[in-house]
Nanobody, 118 residues
Framework: QVQLVESGGGLVQPGGSLRLSCAAS????????MGWYRQAPGKQRELVAE???????NYANSVKGRFTISRDNAKNTVYLQMNSLKPEDTAVYYC????????????WGQGTQVTVSS
């Protein structure tokens, strides 16, 4: 059974930082690209950042220079370090795993709420 369990969300003031974690089980972690998506109320889910096994990364323009995605294959965990948070970063953040060859093999976490507000 595949599980992606996110943690680290919460309430933070503008300019603050949070670190999200996503622990994966039930998959061969190193054969999956890992990503973070977010969905704000009334908006579509959007890609925030993704990381491939070769450590190459991709970021949404809105978070470049502020967010950093990383992965620890030994711990089957992906992280999202979020700095200089803005109110517009408020959303539910979802972890995603997508097989690097069979891209239809894709899984989602349950989501973690991030709220940026003073």
């Amino acid at each position: 059974q595949v599980q992606l369990v996110e943690s680290g969300g919460g309430l933070v003031q503008p300019g603050g930082s949070l670190r999200l974690s996503c622990a994966a089980s039930g998959i061969a972690f190193s054969t999956y690209s890992m990503g973070w998506y977010r969905q704000a109320p009334g908006k579509q889910r959007e890609l925030v950042a993704e990381i491939f096994d070769g450590r190459s990364t991709n970021y949404a323009n809105s978070v470049k220079g502020r967010f950093t995605i990383s992965r620890d294959n030994a711990k089957n965990t992906v992280y999202l370090q979020m700095n200089s948070l803005k109110p517009e970063d408020t959303a539910v953040y979802y972890c995603n795993a997508r097989h690097i060859v069979v891209v239809s093999n894709m899984y989602w976490g349950q989501g973690t709420q991030v709220t940026v507000s003073s």
